[in-house]
């Protein structure tokens, strides 16, 4: 996985947070979406400190396209 890049929704917590430590521990850049600002952030450091290059948070609503659209956009 190193140089793949990936987005995990849900990322926060869970099975996506489980999914979005493996592959940062595969060497994929990482990007986790999902609504709560303080966990995204949290799980940007924890992610940050297994060497993930380059985490990021996408705060966004799954449900609403157009927040989807602006996360990435962002």
Known sequence: MA???A???GGT????RA??????????RVAVIGR???AL?????ALRARG???????AAD??????VEAAFEA
């Open 3 to 5: 140089g793949a890049a």
């Open 19 to 28: 999914t979005a430590e493996r592959l940062a521990a595969e060497g994929a």
């Open 52 to 58: 993930c290059p380059d985490p990021a948070a996408l």
């Open 36 to 38: 709560d600002r303080g």
């Open 62 to 67: 799954l449900t609403d396209p157009v927040a």
């Open 41 to 45: 952030d949290e799980t940007v450091e």
């Open 13 to 16: 917590r869970g099975m996506g």
């Open 7 to 9: 987005c995990v929704s």
